[in-house]
């Protein structure tokens, strides 16, 4: 069974930074796309940054310069790094996995973890 665990949310000050960790239970985890989205308080789940399985990042374009997706296969993990942080970045953070290899259609998720940034 899949299990993706994530960490590496807290609270932190606008400005500052945060690495998000995500360590994925997939049998050749380096076939496989992962992707990170969040649920801010009172809003809907927003895509924010996916990986192929070739190791190319996409992030959404507003996040872009201050974000940045990565992964090891080694570890059989992701990461989210977030740099410059805003209020607005406030939300809970999931990471995704498609259920078959050489997908972007995500079926395993994680618990998630949460990131408070204030003012």
């Known amino acids: 069974q899949v299990q993706l665990v994530e960490s590496g949310g807290g609270l932190v000050q606008a400005g500052g930074s945060l690495r998000l960790s995500c360590a994925a239970s997939?049998?050749?985890?380096?076939?496989?796309?992962m992707a990170w989205f969040r649920q801010a308080p009172g809003k809907g789940g927003m895509f924010v940054a996916r990986?192929?399985?070739?190791?190319?990042?996409d992030l959404l374009n507003s996040l872009k310069g201050r974000f940045t997706m990565s992964r090891d296969n080694a570890k059989n993990t992701v990461y989210l790094q977030m740099n410059s942080l805003k209020p607005e970045d406030t939300a809970v953070y999931y990471c995704?996995?498609?259920?078959?290899?050489?997908?972007?259609?995500?079926?395993?998720w994680g618990q998630g973890t949460r990131v408070t940034v204030s003012s």
């Open positions: 997939v049998p050749n985890c380096s076939r496989y796309a």
């Open positions: 995704a996995v498609p259920g078959v290899p050489y997908s972007y259609e995500y079926t395993y």
């Open positions: 990986i192929s399985w070739n190791g190319r990042p």
